[in-house]
C-alpha cells in the first residue's frame, strides 16, 4: 500500500474512524502543511485547499474494502494502520490530534483560511465566513498578476493536485497540451482525466497533437539521437509543416490570455515546447512575454 494511504486511513482514525468530507480535507491539508511532508499535495478549489489525489485514493480504498461505500471517510477495518507509520510521523499525528481537538466544520474552515490565505483564492465560501474587509485582507496572499503572457511547463515530477497549484498560483486562463499523444501512467495526466482536472480547476484545456514530437522522431533519445538533433529536426522538419498550429497558438496569445503549455519534462531545455516558443517568438504576431515554470 502506498504509504500516504496509510496517512491518510491513520488520520481518519485517530479522530475517531469517520469525518465529513470536507472535514477530512482540511485536516489532512492542515497535518501536511504543519509537519512540511507532501503526502499530498493541494490547491485552491471551491471550498478552500482540496485534493484529486486524495479522492481517488478514496475510491480504491473502499474498493479494497477499507473504507465504507458511504459519502464520508469512514473506516471499514479494525486494523490499526497507525501503528504502522514510522515513529515520527506517529508522533507528529496525535500531536497534532491533541492541538486541533474538536474544530470542524465551519470553524475548522476559517481557521484554514486565516493561516493559508492562497488557498482561498477560489474559494465559493469565503464571504460566508468573512467580512469583506477581512477578505480583502486574505488577498494580499493572491498572485493578482493577469497580464496575458505564455508559460511553459512540465509535470514531470509533480502531482495532479501540485501541478494544479502552479497554474492557479500564476493565474493560468488556457492550458495547451502540446504532446503529440497525451497518455501518461502518473495519475490524472492522461488526456480525458487532464482534460476533466483542468477545467474543473476553472480553465480552458485545449490540445495541439500536431505541435507535438511523435514518438517514431523520439525513438532512441539519449542514445542514438541527442536532445539537439531531435530538435533541430522538430524545428526544420515538422514546425514548417504545421502553420495553421502556430497560427491557432499565436491568435490565442492575443486573446489576452494566460497560457501555459505542458509537456512531461521537468526542464525546458530537454523538452520540445523551448523549440517551439522560439520558433513563435521568430514571428512578428507573437509579442507576449514568456516565463517557464519550474
Known amino acids: 500500500m502506498y504509504y500516504r494511504r496509510k496517512i491518510l486511513l491513520a488520520l481518519i482514525e485517530v ?7 470536507t472535514d477530512c480535507e482540511k485536516l489532512l491539508f492542515n ?22 489525489l486524495s479522492y ?22 479494525k486494523h490499526s494502520y497507525l501503528k504502522d507509520l514510522t515513529p515520527a510521523d506517529k508522533t507528529a499525528l496525535l500531536k497534532f490530534k491533541s492541538q486541533i481537538g474538536d474544530l470542524r466544520g465551519d470553524k475548522l474552515v ?7 490565505p492562497q488557498y482561498t483564492s477560489r474559494s465559493k465560501i469565503a464571504s460566508r465566513h468573512f467580512t469583506h474587509d477581512e477578505i480583502r485582507q486574505l488577498q494580499f496572499a493572491w498572485n493578482t498578476d493577469t497580464n496575458p503572457a505564455m508559460f511553459s511547463i512540465g509535470y514531470e515530477g509533480l502531482t495532479i493536485d501540485s501541478f494544479l497549484n502552479k497554474l492557479i498560483a500564476n493565474n493560468i486562463t488556457v492550458v495547451v497540451d502540446v504532446r503529440n499523444n497525451p497518455q501518461s501512467m502518473k495519475y490524472g495526466f492522461s488526456k480525458k482525466s487532464f482534460k476533466q482536472y483542468i477545467e474543473s480547476a476553472g480553465m480552458k484545456y485545449i490540445h495541439i497533437p500536431e505541435l507535438g514530437i511523435p514518438s517514431a522522431m523520439r525513438k532512441g533519445l539519449g542514445e542514438s539521437v541527442s536532445h539537439k538533433t531531435l530538435f533541430k529536426a522538430y524545428e526544420n522538419k515538422l514546425l514548417p509543416k504545421q502553420e495553421t498550429e502556430i497560427k491557432q497558438l499565436i491568435d490565442l496569445t492575443n486573446q489576452n490570455e494566460r497560457i501555459a503549455l505542458v509537456c512531461f519534462e521537468a526542464d525546458h531545455n530537454f523538452c520540445h515546447r523551448h523549440t517551439l516558443i522560439e520558433h513563435l517568438q521568430k514571428n512578428k504576431s507573437f509579442k507576449r512575454a514568456v516565463i517557464h515554470l519550474s
Do not use: E
Not at 479522530?15 to 468530507?21: A, C, I, P
Not at 497535518?31 to 484529486?52: A, R
Not at 476559517?110 to 493559508?116: C, L, Q, T, V
Open 56 to 77: 481517488y485514493d478514496k475510491r480504491r480504498m473502499i474498493d479494497l474494502g477499507l473504507l465504507k461505500q458511504v459519502d464520508d471517510f469512514q473506516l471499514s477495518t
Open 31 to 52: 497535518f501536511c502543511q504543519q509537519t512540511g511532508k507532501n503526502h499530498y499535495d493541494f490547491f485552491p478549489y471551491k471550498f478552500g485547499p482540496f485534493s484529486f
Open 110 to 116: 476559517k481557521k484554514i483560511y486565516r493561516d493559508f
Open 15 to 21: 479522530f475517531g474512524g469517520s469525518l465529513q468530507n
